[in-house]
């Protein structure tokens, strides 16, 4: 079960990245997760939106953006929750690309989005530690 | 003391190279037609007949070379003599698809080399010198010709080619260099490796640099000077005529003596192939008047430049151009490889990319930077930032393997590199190469 990532290709230079979430913003897209990968030259901002389809339009008007498969994991908001889940996939020798975090209004429930090159390798081992993972309804659903 | 590598030609009177030239060309014009076919087809396209060039007056009838007749005639197309004759090959630095090559026989290297023997009098040389060539040897003709005219001078030659550099300084300081021939962004890069080695420019025993193959300034000569302690000398040349020491600079550094017993020089107007008079800047020609192996007659060169025959202090006689002043095509030199945009958009094609790009060239240090902004498409991009740097890096590799030279690649989003007035400037370059 895995969920939809956007990232858009961002030039490091001031006002690139205010661009991008303005355009999101008007298009009355909210934005769930985020975060930017940076280089000496360029960035790839990735997002996990309320509206994949709308926010691709929107940032593919000026810059490039593509969709790709990512699992987003519900812990408890507590100490050591993360780490167990990197745990796991480390002792089924899973690598992960990059890794990134958020809370939501639900209280005592945090997430985390793993890019992860073999998905359905790392859900079968998160789903048998019995870990709960998001789809993209659960997305949408979640409350901001 | 004024030193000449041949005193008697190279003071001789303006009547006494006339009459050398006429002889030459008349022979020269006769010998081509009879040996290179390529050429007798332009001048019979064109009706003139060896027997009409009685004089370097009448150059003007014969038709011109371009690199692009180079290219059709490769390889072998515009030899003049028969290969067992020939004794050595050299070739352009970086080109779109075939080199050119050019070929030498013994008296043709002989000629070269001492070509640059006199540059490297002009320069100060002499039998006591120590004459450390570090332009690059092999098929360049940078590091072949100093090194042969170091020889005729009969200084200690130091063959060190180009590169590594801490071996260079360490030859330098240790066997007493005195004269340094490389391109002048290489001086440059010495004197500045030497100021972090914690040498100051007394330090070292060089009097002079004879530095070639790339553009360079006034400003950058006077910082060279100033960074290694020594008079810097400009030299030029091409493969196509045989190499560096086609003109070379003396004391007074206002312009390089063309070695006219060897080379007829003229200037055209690039757009009507008119020849200009002195005093004019227009493109230079030049028509090979002895080589054997190769001898080019009115070979364009695209460098744009100016002729003077105002007397010289030095004593020499022979005609003065001034540094290229531009391209009459968009061959850009940078770090001393020639590169045109045209290999670029090859590269960009071959490796699936858009032809939409920007070639920024700039100066830091007196070392130029080439940088190349390149839009990819949404199926090139990924999320994963090492995917992104992998494709700077597989084209900077293209490039390199194409140019000689790897530029510094910068992917972009589509429609980001600007247009002006719908039309993509492709070059933007931003040395102030040209006072």
């Known amino acids: 079960m895995a969920i939809t990532q956007l990232s858009a290709f961002l030039e490091n230079t001031p006002g690139t990245l205010s661009q991008a979430v303005t355009a999101i913003s008007d298009a009355g897209i909210n934005i769930r997760a985020l975060s930017v990968a940076d280089t000496r030259d360029f960035g790839i901002l990735r997002v996990i939106v309320s509206d994949v389809e709308k926010t691709k339009e929107v940032l593919s008007q000026y810059t490039l953006a593509s969709e790709t498969k990512v699992i987003a994991v519900k812990m408890s908001d507590e100490a050591g929750s993360l780490k167990k889940i990197l745990n796991i996939l480390e002792n089924a020798r899973i690598n992960v690309e990059y890794v990134y975090a958020f809370t939501s209004a639900i209280a005592g429930s945090a997430y985390v989005v793993l890019r992860i090159n073999d998905l359905d390798v790392a859900e079968s081992v998160l789903m048998g530690h019995g870990i709960e993972m998001l789809s993209d309804e659960d997305m949408k659903d979640m409350l901001g | 003391m004024k030193n000449y590598y041949q005193k008697e030609i190279e003071t001789a009177s303006r009547e006494e190279i006339l009459k050398i030239q006429n002889e030459k060309i008349v022979k020269q014009v006769r010998h081509v037609y009879d040996n290179v076919p390529y050429y007798r087809d332009l001048m019979d396209k064109k009706g003139v007949k060896p027997e009409d060039i009685k004089s370097v007056d009448d150059i003007k009838k014969l038709p011109f070379l371009t690199k692009d007749d180079l290219r059709e005639a490769y390889p072998y197309g515009l030899l003049g003599t028969d290969l067992k004759n020939c004794v050595r090959i050299q070739s352009t630095s970086g080109t779109t698809g075939k080199r050119v090559v050019a070929f030498y026989t013994q008296k043709d290297i002989d000629l070269w080399e001492e070509c640059c023997a006199r540059a490297i009098v002009a320069a100060g040389g002499t039998d006591e010198d120590v004459c450390q060539v570090c332009y690059g040897y092999g098929l360049f003709t940078g590091g072949p010709g100093l090194n042969g005219g170091s020889h005729k001078v009969g200084c200690l030659t130091l063959p060190m080619s180009s590169g590594n550099t801490d071996r260079q300084i360490q030859f330098m300081m240790d066997l007493n260099a005195t004269i340094l021939c490389c391109t002048p962004s290489y001086a440059a890069f010495i004197g500045e490796s030497l100021a972090e080695q914690g040498y100051k420019p007394e330090d070292n025993k060089l009097k002079a640099g004879i530095f070639g193959a790339e553009p360079w300034t006034e400003e950058m000569r006077r910082s060279i000077e100033n960074s290694l302690g020594i008079k810097a000398y400009d030299i030029y040349g091409l493969t196509e005529t045989s190499g560096p020491g086609v003109s070379f600079e003396c004391e007074e550094q206002t312009g390089m003596h063309i070695n006219e017993d060897h080379f007829y020089a003229e200037i055209i107007n690039p757009e009507t192939g008119e020849v200009l008079p002195e005093g004019e800047k227009g493109e230079l020609v030049f028509t090979s008047l002895d080589k054997e192996a190769f001898p080019l007659l009115r070979y364009r060169t695209k460098d744009i430049c100016i002729l003077s025959r105002k007397p010289c202090s030095c004593g020499r006689t022979h005609v003065k151009m001034t540094k290229p002043l531009g391209r009459s095509d968009d061959m850009m030199i940078i770090r001393g490889v020639n590169v045109f945009p045209s290999q670029i958009e090859t590269v960009l094609l071959n490796e699936g990319y858009t032809p939409n790009y920007q070639i920024v060239v ?61 039309k993509a400037v492709r070059v933007i370059d931003k040395r102030k190469l040209h006072d």
């Open chain 2, 362 to 422: 700039d100066r830091e240090n007196n070392t130029d930077t080439f940088d190349v902004y390149v839009e990819f498409s949404p199926e090139q991009f990924s999320d994963k930032i090492a995917d992104v740097q992998a494709r700077e890096k597989a084209l900077n590799a293209a490039m390199r393997s194409m140019l000689g030279i790897g530029p510094k690649i910068h992917l972009m989003a589509p429609k980001s590199i600007q247009r002006s007035e719908g």
